[in-house]
């Protein structure tokens, strides 16, 4: 008997040339995934759009976290410094990012993430952020550093609330509060429910 296969695509035929020469440290991959976003892989679950100051709740606002007194916030991203950076907005205040271990208020252009909230999860980690310590899971970048470093959605329980920022391959998340950038060795970081 003999068995017709659907061929395989680009991206399949390329994992399966290079499949035994990923390379790995502690089994912690060394090297970004081969695709730029997630995006590439799933498309339409939760995107961003161009948003404006006034912060009042959408049913499709994807919310990253609360404050200590129970208000959401809702994850967003902006541009600063040639990069753009993810971040939180409370309804009540403005758009925040963390930048070079400080918190930015944010008055210019930004944007929020809305979708399906049940399309994604929260992913804990432990210490740097690897790809292998999702399970499997692919994140949902958020943003770019330069000089084009992808940035992943990072939160945090930190003083009595849960925030939400950024967090980058081999680093901890970063958390804006307070004037400050907070770095957080144990974090969430936003994902692709499976």
Same mark, same amino acid.
């Given at each position: 008997?003999?068995?017709?296969?659907?061929?395989?695509?680009?991206?399949?035929?390329?994992?399966?040339?290079?499949?035994?020469?990923?390379?790995?440290?502690?089994?912690?991959?060394?090297?970004?995934?081969?695709?730029?976003?997630?995006?590439?892989?799933?498309?339409?679950?939760?995107?961003?759009?161009?948003?404006?100051?006034?912060?009042?709740?959408?049913?499709?606002?994807?919310?990253?976290?609360?404050?200590?007194?129970?208000?959401?916030?809702?994850?967003?991203?902006? =541009?600063?410094? !040639? *990069?753009?950076? %993810?971040?939180? /907005?409370?309804?009540?205040?403005?758009?925040?990012?963390?930048?070079? @271990?400080?918190?930015?208020?944010?008055?210019?252009?930004?944007?929020?993430?809305?979708?399906?909230?049940?399309?994604?999860?929260?992913?804990?980690?432990?210490?740097?952020?690897?790809?292998?310590?999702?399970?499997?899971?692919? =994140?949902?970048? !958020? *943003?770019?550093? %330069?000089?084009? /470093?992808?940035?992943?959605?990072?939160?945090?329980?930190?003083?009595? @609330?849960?925030?939400?920022?950024?967090?980058?391959?081999?680093?901890?998340?970063?958390?804006?509060?307070?004037?400050?950038?907070?770095?957080?060795?144990?974090?969430?970081?936003?994902?692709?429910?499976?």
């Amino acid at each position: 008997m003999i068995l017709n296969y659907v061929p395989l695509n680009e991206f399949e035929v390329y994992c399966k040339e290079n499949w035994d020469i990923q390379p790995e440290a502690g089994g912690m991959p060394l090297e970004p995934p081969i695709f730029d976003s997630p995006f590439d892989l799933i498309q339409d679950a939760v995107y961003f759009i161009p948003s404006t100051q006034d912060l009042q709740p959408q049913s499709s606002a994807i919310v990253g976290g609360h404050e200590a007194n129970g208000d959401p916030l809702y994850i967003v991203r902006a =541009p600063y410094e !040639g *990069g753009i950076y %993810p971040g939180k /907005a409370s309804p009540k205040e403005s758009v925040y990012i963390s930048h070079d @271990g400080r918190e930015i208020n944010i008055h210019g252009k930004f944007e929020r993430l809305v979708g399906d909230q049940s399309c994604v999860r929260w992913a804990h980690v432990d210490g740097r952020f690897y790809y292998g310590r999702l399970g499997g899971a692919i =994140p949902v970048r !958020g *943003g770019t550093e %330069p000089p084009g /470093a992808a940035l992943y959605i990072a939160q945090a329980s930190v003083e009595g @609330g849960v925030h939400c920022g950024k967090v980058k391959f081999d680093s901890y998340a970063a958390i804006p509060l307070n004037g400050s950038e907070i770095i957080a060795e144990s974090y969430n970081v936003l994902v692709f429910c499976d």
